[in-house]
């Protein structure tokens, strides 16, 4: 079964320094999402790309996060200047089959995740 | 924004055990799914259900979108069950592909 892909699984960072999280979603999905969990919390979203754009993002998704789809199969989550309080388990999802029907939603699916630890 | 509301918020059951988790959310959504967050902290896709019922196998969902509620049935529990469930919904607001908001989640214990 197809299946969204992160790496690296860890990152170690020191505060200050830009980091780079990368995903490889789904190949035939056309929605990508940015979602965080700090430790022992909930799920947050942070954005979800389509077409080339953004097409939506919270509160959290500031000046410091950018995303990028660099080529046909990664999509990227730039944190510029890291903050101690961006330590969180990164997820990215993709979802909305291109084969299927455009008005069908279909399930979100989550990579395993990037584990991010600002020092 | 919308507001997810999770119960019960832990729950301790032995195994063969059946249980019942809630999830009541403030407004009307297009998109309602449960995610299994397994102890190794990946989200697993259990339903896509924003309304109606679906089974898989030992688990089962239902919502109600008139009633703003959805549950999630999981019969004869194992041990593999245990982890965090989450509910998460989205009300589409027309501009595109907006994130889903999750609630806190039901923490499962399944005790051999």
């Known amino acids: 079964e197809p299946e969204v892909t992160q790496t690296p699984s860890h990152q170690v960072t020191q505060m200050g320094q830009e980091v780079i999280l990368r995903c490889v979603p789904i190949?035939?999905?056309?929605?990508f999402y940015w979602y965080r969990q700090i430790l022992g919390q909930k799920v947050e979203f942070l954005v979800s790309?389509?077409?080339?754009?953004?097409?939506?993002k919270s509160e959290i998704f500031d000046d410091q996060f950018s995303v990028e789809r660099p080529d046909g199969s990664n999509f990227t989550l730039k944190i510029r200047s890291t903050k101690l309080e961006d330590s969180a388990m990164y997820f990215c999802?993709?979802?909305?089959?291109?084969?299927?029907?455009?008005?069908?939603?279909?399930?979100?699916?989550f990579g395993n995740g990037t584990r991010l630890t600002v020092t | 924004g919308i507001q997810v509301e999770q119960s019960p918020p832990d729950l301790i059951l032995q195994e063969g055990a059946n249980s019942t988790l809630r999830c009541n959310f403030s407004?009307?959504?297009?998109?309602l799914q449960w995610f299994h967050q397994n102890p190794w902290g990946q989200l697993i896709n259990l339903f896509y259900?924003?309304?109606g019922t679906k089974q898989n196998g030992r688990l089962s969902a239902t919502t109600v979108a008139t009633e703003r509620y959805s549950l999630l049935y999981i019969s004869s529990s194992q041990t593999t069950d245990s982890g965090v469930y989450f509910c998460?919904?989205?009300?589409?607001?027309?501009?595109?592909?907006?994130?889903?908001?999750f609630g806190k989640g039901t923490h499962l214990i399944i005790q051999p």
């Open positions: 190949s035939n999905h056309l929605y």
């Open positions: 999802a993709s979802s909305q089959d291109s084969t299927l029907p455009q008005l069908t939603n279909s399930p979100l699916h």
């Open positions: 998460a919904v989205e009300r589409y607001s027309g501009g595109g592909a907006d994130g889903l908001t």
């Open positions: 790309f389509y077409n080339n754009e953004i097409s939506e």
């Open positions: 259900i924003p309304s």
């Open positions: 407004d009307s959504v297009n998109n």
